[in-house]
């Protein structure tokens, strides 16, 4: 396994009802202008605790079950920006490595030493496209596993709630530009949705549901 030297990406998360989605669908399918992929993302967590004078350490393993072969993937999300800098955009700048890894990663993180921290599938959908920068939306339910990798029996975590997230890389030369170019999309998702950085919860938007109607009557045909 050969890792990506490290990268940036600008970040952030909001929450949707289940039943708002479908309009959220016809709007972004109205602002991308591409078709949606579908997600079916197989989660999975592993920590590795201080040893030998080494920090803790958490990776993500991430299986696409969307593929006919299923792929892995490895990410490790690392610290966020800091500084007055930081904390006059709205949105979270933070560091990740990212890399394709065979089937056989996960038995190669036990070997290091990493534990099973918990395990998560996300279905749903997401849009790729660029809009003065390459941004991914991604709309998903969260659900965990009953049983240890039992994808086919998992539930909801959050019944009737859906998470959205919305992602663009960056560097260190661009990641100002990056990070306006995300907060003014996230601005044409204001009338159903709230987003902000990861942890800070906003809750749904009282708003949601008028905007809902109007997306859902009209069909979103417009686009901005």
Same mark, same amino acid.
């Given at each position: 396994m050969q890792l990506k030297k490290a990268d940036m990406e600008c970040v952030v998360q909001g929450i949707i009802e289940t039943q708002h989605v479908e309009a959220l669908e016809i709007l972004l399918q109205g602002l991308c202008g591409v078709q949606r992929e579908r997600l079916r993302i197989h989660e999975i967590c592993l920590k590795n605790g201080p040893n030998l004078g080494l920090v803790a350490s958490e990776v993500r393993l991430l299986c696409d079950l969307e593929q006919t072969e299923p792929s892995w993937t490895v990410r490790h999300i690392g610290g966020a920006m800091r500084g007055a800098g930081a904390e006059q955009i709205s949105v979270l700048v933070r560091t990740m490595v990212e890399s394709k890894v065979s089937k056989n990663v996960l038995r190669m993180f036990y070997t290091l030493g990493y534990k099973l921290d918990h395990e998560l599938l996300r279905v749903g959908f997401s849009f790729q496209f660029n809009r003065g920068a390459q941004i991914t939306v991604t709309v998903s339910s969260v659900n965990k596993m009953l049983k240890l990798h039992a994808t086919d029996e998992a539930v909801p975590v959050t019944p009737g709630i859906q998470m959205v997230e919305v992602t663009a890389p960056a560097s260190a030369e661009n990641y100002t530009e990056v990070a306006a170019a995300v907060? @003014?999309?996230?601005?044409? =998702?204001? *009338? =159903? =949705?709230? =987003? @902000?950085? *990861?942890? %800070? @919860?906003?809750? %749904? %938007? *009282?708003?949601?549901a008028a905007a809902a109607a109007s997306l859902m009557s009209d069909g979103g045909g417009t686009t901005l």
């Open positions: 907060s @003014s999309f996230c601005e044409y =998702l204001a *009338p =159903l =949705l709230h =987003l @902000s950085k *990861p942890g %800070v @919860s906003t809750g %749904v %938007v *009282p708003t949601a």
